[in-house]
Nanobody, 118 residues
Framework: QVQLVESGGGLVQAGGSLRLSCAASGSIFSLNVMGWYRQAPGKQRELVATMTSGGSTNYADSVKGRFTISRDNAKNTVYLQMNSLKPEDTAVYCC????????????WGQGTQVTVSS
């Protein structure tokens, strides 16, 4: 089992910044991927950004150039720096963990609300 604890959500005006953190604990496999997905009301969950333990990143086109994912492998923690926030970024942001080798099983955090006002 892997536990994910998120922090850093909140309310911010358009153009502002927020930083999300997610700390993983439990049965952490060294070769893993961590990151963030989000779900807005009435919409499907979508990828925001992920980063492997080896440093490879993947971003949604909608956040490229505005969001930056980083991680501290020693702390099993992943961060999401969100700049130039837009109202359409409003969503519940969920932390994600998975192994990059089989067997794979996704773990999710409880989510943190990000609200961007116009």
């Amino acid at each position: 089992q892997v536990q994910l604890v998120e922090s850093g959500g909140g309310l911010v005006q358009a153009g502002g910044s927020l930083r999300l953190s997610c700390a993983a604990s439990g049965s952490i496999f060294s070769l893993n991927v961590m990151g963030w997905y989000r779900q807005a009301p009435g919409k499907q969950r979508e990828l925001v950004a992920t980063m492997t333990s080896g440093g490879s990143t993947n971003y949604a086109d909608s956040v490229k150039g505005r969001f930056t994912i980083s991680r501290d492998n020693a702390k099993n923690t992943v961060y999401l720096q969100m700049n130039s926030l837009k109202p359409e970024d409003t969503a519940v942001y969920c932390c994600y963990y998975n192994r990059v080798v089989v067997p794979r099983f996704a773990f999710w955090g409880q989510g943190t609300q990000v609200t961007v006002s116009s």
